[in-house]
């Protein structure tokens, strides 16, 4: 079957880098979305990856590794702001999103 | 102003009712989806259209009826048959040119049963 794991929760600190690990199983794969989604809101697109490596967009870095199925977004000097879900998905075969459940970030002062 | 426009952003329905959901969008995308989301859990596909006058079955797709009359409108309607329609629905577009893969959300409505 398909599959997205990602932590259900992290905490941090204010200034703080954190990581947010995700795992994925799919049937094919054309890529790895990030999103960023804020209580009672809409996700709203952060990063897309479908070669291995790092990239690297202001405070917000993605890392893939297609052989491993293992992705990550990293958040540097972290605001309030960022308190937030981040939601991983992988695009299949189909071309179709598949979703892991979020990541609920608390951000501490 | 581009983007995607739901409505309304708050449905209340009734038991034996059925309710429709609206989507529009200006970005010229010829893929648009349905989602719906509940605490905790991750998105789940529900329809999603190609093309005007196509669409398939998403995963969750019992319960729920859509129409593509047009490139810019996807409605949702939530039947009768969907016994737990109480959820954050959202919609979804992308362009099908070149390799933009991203979905693009509206703001969503979110649904409750009266």
């Known amino acids: 079957g398909q599959n997205i794991d990602q932590p259900t929760e992290m905490t941090a600190t204010e200034g703080a880098i954190v990581q947010i690990n995700c795992t994925y199983q799919?049937?094919?794969?054309?890529?790895l979305f990030w999103y960023q989604q804020h209580a009672g809101e809409a996700p709203t697109f952060l990063s897309y990856n479908v070669l291995d490596g790092l990239e690297e967009k202001g405070r917000f870095s993605s890392f893939l590794s297609r052989s491993k199925g293992y992705s990550y977004l990293l958040l540097k000097e972290l605001q309030m702001k960022d308190s937030a879900s981040y939601l991983c998905a992988a695009l299949d075969s189909n071309y179709q999103l598949i979703w892991g459940a979020g990541t609920k970030l608390i951000i501490k002062p | 102003d581009g983007g995607i426009t739901q409505s309304p952003k708050y449905l209340f329905r009734k038991e034996g009712q059925n309710v429709t959901l609206s989507c529009e969008q200006n970005l010229n995308h010829d893929a648009m989806y349905w989602y719906r989301q509940d605490p905790g859990q991750g998105l789940r596909l529900i329809y999603y259209s190609q093309i005007v006058n196509d669409f398939q079955k998403g995963d969750i797709a019992e319960g729920y009826s859509v129409s593509r009359e047009k490139k810019e409108s996807f409605p949702l309607t939530v039947t009768s048959a969907q016994k737990n329609p109480t959820a954050f629905y959202l919609c979804?577009?992308?362009?099908?040119?070149?390799?933009?893969?991203?979905?693009?959300f509206g703001p969503g409505t979110r649904l409750l049963v009266l």
């Open positions: 799919t049937s094919g794969f054309n890529g």
């Open positions: 979804a577009s992308r362009s099908l040119q070149g390799d933009q893969e991203t979905q693009y």
